[in-house]
C-alpha cells in the first residue's frame, strides 16, 4: 500500500513569514498533485509536478519534485491570510487512483 | 460551466435508514470518485469508476454501494446507515492521463 506522509500535520504563523510543508513516502510515483481546500468546499488543484527535481513557481508558492520521485514540499514566501486553507499532496502511480496524504492546515494570522 | 455537483449538500438520518448521494459532472470526464473525509483522516477512497457502466472499490467500501449507468451520474448509496458513517462526502471527476482532479462542494452527512 502506498502511502504519503504529511508535514507538519498544523502550522500556525504571523502574516509575512515563510514557510515550508513536506510530503514524503517510502514509494515512487509517477507524478504528484498538490491541493488547497478551503472550509466549506472541495479541494482545487494547485500544481502537477511530473519529473524528478522539477520546480514549479505558482506567485509566492514554490513547489518540488523529489529527484527519486518520493517526495514534494511546498514552499510559501511571505504568507498572506488568504493562503490559510489545508494543503493536500496527492501522488498518482499509472492508472490506480490517488493516494492522498492527510494534509497540512495552515493558518496564517494578520 | 457547473462542474461538479453535489446533492444534498447537507443530510441527517437515523441509524437503519437508507439513502443515495447524488454526483453529477458536466465535463465528459471518463472517471469518477466517491471520498470520505473525516478530521484526522485526510480523504479516504470508498469507490471509484473508470468508465460508464464500471465501478470499483476504493480503501473503505464496506457499507456502501455506487452505480455508474450514466457517464455524467455517479452515485453512492447507503443501505443501512451507521453513526461510523457520520462525515463529509466528497466526489471528484478527472480525465484520463495525469489530469487534476475536481471535487464538488461535499454532502454534510450525520446519522443519529
Known amino acids: 500500500t502506498q502511502l504519503l506522509e504529511q508535514s507538519p500535520q498544523f502550522l500556525s504563523i504571523q502574516e509575512g513569514e515563510n514557510l515550508t510543508v513536506y510530503c514524503n513516502s517510502s514509494?515512487?510515483?509517477?507524478?504528484l498533485q498538490w491541493y488547497r481546500q478551503e472550509p466549506g468546499e472541495g479541494p482545487v488543484l494547485l500544481v502537477t509536478?511530473?519529473?524528478?527535481?522539477e520546480v514549479k513557481k505558482l506567485k509566492r508558492l514554490t513547489f518540488q519534485f523529489g529527484d527519486a520521485r518520493k517526495d514534494s514540499s511546498l514552499h510559501i514566501t511571505a504568507a498572506q491570510p488568504g493562503d490559510t486553507g489545508l494543503y493536500l499532496c496527492?501522488?498518482?502511480?499509472?492508472?490506480?487512483?490517488?493516494?492522498f496524504g492527510k494534509g497540512t492546515r495552515l493558518s496564517v494570522i494578520a | 460551466n457547473a462542474g461538479v455537483t453535489q446533492t444534498p449538500k447537507f443530510r441527517v438520518l437515523k441509524t437503519g435508514q437508507s439513502m443515495t448521494l447524488l454526483c453529477a459532472q458536466d465535463?465528459?470526464?471518463?472517471?469518477m470518485y466517491w471520498y470520505r473525509q473525516d478530521p484526522g483522516m485526510g480523504l479516504r477512497l470508498i469507490h471509484y469508476?473508470?468508465?460508464?457502466?464500471?465501478?470499483a472499490k476504493g480503501e473503505v467500501p464496506d457499507g456502501y454501494n455506487v452505480s455508474r449507468l450514466k457517464k455524467q451520474n455517479f452515485l453512492l448509496g447507503l443501505e443501512s446507515a451507521a453513526p461510523s458513517q457520520t462525515s463529509v462526502y466528497f466526489c471528484?471527476?478527472?480525465?484520463?492521463?495525469?489530469?487534476?482532479?475536481?471535487f464538488g462542494d461535499g454532502t454534510r452527512l450525520s446519522i443519529l
Open positions: 471528484a471527476s478527472r480525465k484520463q492521463g495525469i489530469q487534476p482532479q475536481h
Open positions: 465535463m465528459n470526464h471518463e472517471y
Open positions: 509536478v511530473v519529473t524528478g527535481g
Open positions: 496527492a501522488g498518482s502511480s499509472g492508472n490506480t487512483p490517488l493516494v
Open positions: 469508476s473508470v468508465g460508464e457502466g464500471t465501478t
Open positions: 514509494s515512487v510515483f509517477s507524478s
